[in-house]
């Protein structure tokens, strides 16, 4: 199983590949604006009157150093200003960690020395990750500050954090038909299966931007490569840490 997913990494760029994500949401076409816009409302309820993306970079020889975070500065229908950060990754404890000190540091990057802690603008982290949630299965999965009795903390929370937890779409669609997916639905049940189940006749525009935005980066060779070389490595990564983590279960049952 693991050498087919290794040959499928080597061979087909994944809708959710880190910097096909960052492509697509970060231009200022029409479609790369729709997508972005409509993304953030689907998974925060924000009503986006204005994006804008403040690190729009792609140059490969940065972006291949580390994942890729798309910030975004959103203004919304009541003028009221929020920053977002976007991105797909797989699970990890590092992983888990590095959510929450992008969170903090989100918040300290908005002040400096003097200002009131009153300017300070929310911070809300969209995150695809490539695993169900370690304690139910839902697809969505939305979490800020709260107290034992499940209160929250304050009326004007400042990091909300939601997964989008990819897996759980196929548990979705096991319970109704592909033609009954909302387009947010649709658009993760790309990135979780390809071209799988011929998700590639959508006609939900969300979709459409998607595919649109993968022949057009399929284009660029440069940027094409590095997005495969990414993958690849990731693919390594993983295998690796399956592959010792088997290795470590079968120790354990020999010194048992």
């Known amino acids: 199983m ?26 200022e076409d029409e479609g790369s604006v729709y997508a972005r816009n409509t993304i953030i409302e689907r998974v925060t309820g924000i009503r986006v009157k204005e994006s804008t993306v403040l690190n729009p970079n792609l ?39 590095r959510f929450e000190f992008y969170g903090a540091r989100a918040l300290n990057n908005q002040l400096k020395s003097g ?9 809300y982290q969209i995150i695809f990750i490539d695993e169900y949630a370690w ?3 839902n697809l969505i999965n939305q979490y800020q500050m709260r107290n034992e009795q499940g209160e929250d903390e304050s009326g004007y929370p400042l990091i909300l954090r939601t997964f989008v937890h990819m897996p759980a779409i196929n548990d979705i ?34 979709v459409r931007v998607f595919m649109n935005k993968y022949e057009e980066m399929q284009k660029d060779d440069e940027l094409w490569s590095t997005a495969m070389a990414i993958q690849m490595g990731e693919a390594r990564y993983r295998n690796g840490l399956r592959d010792s983590f088997e290795e470590g279960k079968a120790a354990g049952k020999m010194e048992g």
Not at 115 to 123: A, G, N, S, T
């Open 135 to 137: 304690n139910n299965r």
């Open 59 to 97: 140059d490969p020889g940065i972006i291949g150093k580390k994942r890729i975070i798309l910030d975004v500065h959103v203004k919304d229908e009541q003028n009221r200003h929020f920053n977002i950060e976007m991105q797909t990754t797989c699970k990890g404890i590092a992983e888990m960690m």
């Open 173 to 206: 669609v096991k319970e109704k038909e592909m033609q009954r997916l909302n387009d947010f639905e649709q658009l993760v049940y790309l990135f979780e299966n390809n071209e799988k189940n011929d998700i590639l006749k959508s006609k939900e525009r969300l």
């Open 115 to 123: 200002e009131f802690y009153d300017q300070l603008k929310p911070v």
């Open 2 to 27: 693991e050498d087919i997913k290794m040959s499928n990494a080597r061979n087909q760029l994944n809708y959710s590949n880190d910097l096909f994500f960052k492509y697509t949401l970060s231009r």
